[in-house]
């Protein structure tokens, strides 16, 4: 049976593992934090078709009913507004039919069932490939797993990715989001009938995404899949604001008074949109720089990429956890035809680096055109 190393517990890697599970093969998931806590993990995403169905096909039933148990509706208008709140657009681009769901939430639920399979606490240094065709991966903590392929799933700044393709570098893209949940008050809500809202100001974008729960993630855990561990959360407003290339902001980022960073942006905006920040929620108020990484293909052997690890989309705003989870089914049914004795190995990677580079690219396109029709490149107001 092929034992498949995947490096990084994200969503990405997580889809992957249990694609894999179903098919029958042996899996192992090496994550660097010591738990689910370690650090803000959760943001609203919008999961595109493909995306759920990619769910729906690697998760055991109970799992996804859990996922579309917990998510939320993302139909109807996406609108433009200026930043006194008039009204410019009420078609915004954007699929119709998106599940929105919170990225903590969705990681506990895709931690359900692999058990034992994950392993928190292991930082990848770097691995070997043995003459006998296997691969070592070797961890900060001394330890070692040994596999017969080894995934990088271990995000934008991968060291799967850096051993294996060491000259692609990450392009700074001169930008900074700024990014808070807020709880969904009637009035905020109001602010996202549909599937997202822009606020484009003189020189900045406030981007509003809704996270209704159908259900509380607890109390639909607890009914069904009793015994798996979810954060409490209320529903609620997620902002993303996109800081100038020229202010201070952009080149030094951390979390420190991100909130009082955006009231100090959106000084003389509408007062809903002021107490939309003002009533963040802290814990899920960050600053990240962003970058933007095309990718180049590279020797095929038994090391691969997946998601961002592969294609870091420009913003990850867009289409990243939806291209990572296409990569998952794609890479688990090739594995799947090399496992059975239906195809080689080797050429079953070369087919899967060739569609992830083609499909990563594109999205990792598709991202800088969406966002820089918003924000320009240099900073140019609207
Ligand atoms: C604010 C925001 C909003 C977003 N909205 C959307 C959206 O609406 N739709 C969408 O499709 N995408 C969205 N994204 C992007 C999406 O979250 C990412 O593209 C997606 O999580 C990528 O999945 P992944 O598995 O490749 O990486 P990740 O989910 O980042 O997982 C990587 C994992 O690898 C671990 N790791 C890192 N280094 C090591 C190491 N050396 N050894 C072991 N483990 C390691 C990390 O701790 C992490 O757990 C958004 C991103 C942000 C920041």
Redesign the pocket.
């Known amino acids: 049976m092929t034992r498949v190393l995947v490096?990084?517990?994200?969503?990405?890697?997580l889809t992957l593992a249990h694609a894999l599970v179903r098919a029958g093969l042996d899996v192992g998931v090496?994550?660097?934090?010591d738990g689910t806590g370690e650090r803000a993990q959760g943001?609203?995403?919008?999961?595109a078709p493909p995306?759920m169905e990619a769910l729906r096909a690697s998760l055991p039933q109970r799992l996804y009913e859990l996922v579309e148990a917990t998510s939320g509706s993302l139909t109807g208008p996406g609108l433009l507004f200026d930043e006194r709140l008039t009204l410019l657009s009420s078609d915004l681009p954007g699929p119709e039919e998106a599940r929105a769901l919170d990225?903590q939430v969705l990681r506990q639920i895709l931690l359900g069932d692999l058990g034992d399979r994950v392993a928190f606490g292991?930082?990848?240094k770097r691995f070997v490939e043995g003459a006998d065709g296997t691969v070592t991966a070797l961890f900060a903590d001394g330890t070692q797993a040994t596999g017969d392929v080894l995934v990088g799933?271990?995000?934008?700044?991968?060291?799967v990715r850096r051993q294996l393709v060491p000259e692609v570098k990450l392009i700074d893209a001169d930008l900074c989001?700024a990014?808070g949940r807020t709880p969904a008050a009637d009035r905020f809500l109001e602010l996202v009938p549909g599937r997202g809202t822009m606020v484009k100001g003189p020189e900045i974008t406030l981007m509003l995404g809704r996270m209704q729960f159908d259900r509380e993630p607890c109390e639909a855990a607890a009914e069904l899949v009793p015994g798996l561990p979810m954060p409490f959360r209320e529903s609620y407003v997620r902002w993303?604001l996109l800081v100038p290339p020229e202010h201070p902001a952009a080149t030094t980022p951390g979390r420190q008074d991100a909130r009082e960073l955006v009231l100090e942006l959106i000084d003389g905006w509408h007062p809903d949109l002021r107490d939309l920040v003002r009533s963040a929620d802290m814990s899920g108020v960050g600053r990240?720089k962003i970058y933007d990484r095309p990718m180049p293909p590279w020797p095929v052997g038994r090391v691969t990429l997946?998601?961002?690890?592969a294609h870091l989309?420009l913003a990850?705003?867009?289409?990243?956890?939806?291209?990572?989870m296409q990569d998952a089914i794609r890479l688990s049914a090739g594995l799947t035809e090399a496992d059975q004795g239906r195809r080689d190995l080797i050429s079953a990677l070369r087919e899967y680096q060739h569609d992830l580079l083609e499909r990563g690219n594109a999205a990792v396109e598709v991202g800088k055109q969406a966002l820089h029709k918003f924000v320009p490149a240099g900073g140019e107001a609207r």
């Open positions: 490096i990084g517990a994200g969503l990405g890697g090496y994550e660097a934090d943001y609203r995403i919008g999961l995306a990225r292991k930082r990848l799933a271990d995000g934008g700044n991968s060291a989001g990014m993303v990240s997946l998601g961002d690890a989309t990850s705003g867009g289409n990243g956890a939806n291209t990572a």
